[in-house]
């Protein structure tokens, strides 16, 4: 059983980025994504596109964390100095060890930059050799190709596809794909693969 404590102030950062936990009061930080680039949210089953869902994504987030289900960080670029984004921790599952990692978008000057892979380096790091989780489980939607492509990159494993499991926001219904990494997986070549990336 892992002890995964909600309270703590868990700051993720290397040379390249800095993950801190979401706050309300990056509402302001975040806005002129919601404001300017409504499709970042186009695959996502939580749109936060547009100030009022903007706010909802960023209180329903820090509810869940209330609640002991998620971990939401904002995404700050150290290289740019400009806040990029916002991902999470989710489904934390403290006896099974497991949990998903998910919710991620980056604005659209800071896809393509590397900056993922360094996002996903830290998350996966803290996961597997700070907390000891032993599983580390992704979804998206199948059709969202680029996405699909960025977790195959970091060295996910497609596991299959769960057909028609979720609502998405217009109503329809959608496919998702799982993938993961286990901890096994990442100590013994994923992290040294993914760390030669972030160079």
């Not at 991620?104 to 597997?128: D, I, M, P, S, V």
């Not at 901890?183 to 040294?192: D, S, V, Y």
Request: charged share 25%.
């Amino acid at each position: 059983m892992i002890n995964f404590d909600f309270e703590t102030e868990y700051i993720l950062e290397n040379n390249a980025v800095q993950l801190r936990p979401l706050k309300l009061i990056d509402i302001e930080n975040l806005l002129p994504f919601a404001m300017h680039e409504a499709d970042l949210w186009e695959y996502s089953l939580v749109s936060a596109a547009g100030e009022a869902n903007l706010k909802n994504y960023i209180s329903s987030a820090l509810q869940s964390r209330s609640e002991r289900k998620e971990y939401p960080f904002i995404i700050w670029d150290k290289r740019l100095n400009q806040f990029a984004g916002s991902t999470r921790f989710y489904d934390i599952q403290s006896f099974h060890e497991t949990l998903q990692l998910g919710y991620t978008w980056y604005g659209k000057k800071f896809q393509g930059t590397g900056l993922n892979k360094h996002c996903k380096f830290l998350l996966l790091e803290f996961a597997f050799e700070q907390m000891n989780f032993k599983r580390v489980e992704f979804r998206a939607d199948n059709d969202n190709l680029r996405s699909i492509a960025a977790m195959k990159s970091i060295g996910c494993t497609v596991e299959g596809v769960l057909r028609s499991n979720v609502v998405k926001s217009d109503g329809g219904r959608r496919d998702s794909i799982v993938l993961s990494i286990l901890r096994e997986e990442w100590l013994g070549n994923i992290k040294k693969m993914l760390g030669k990336k972030c160079e």
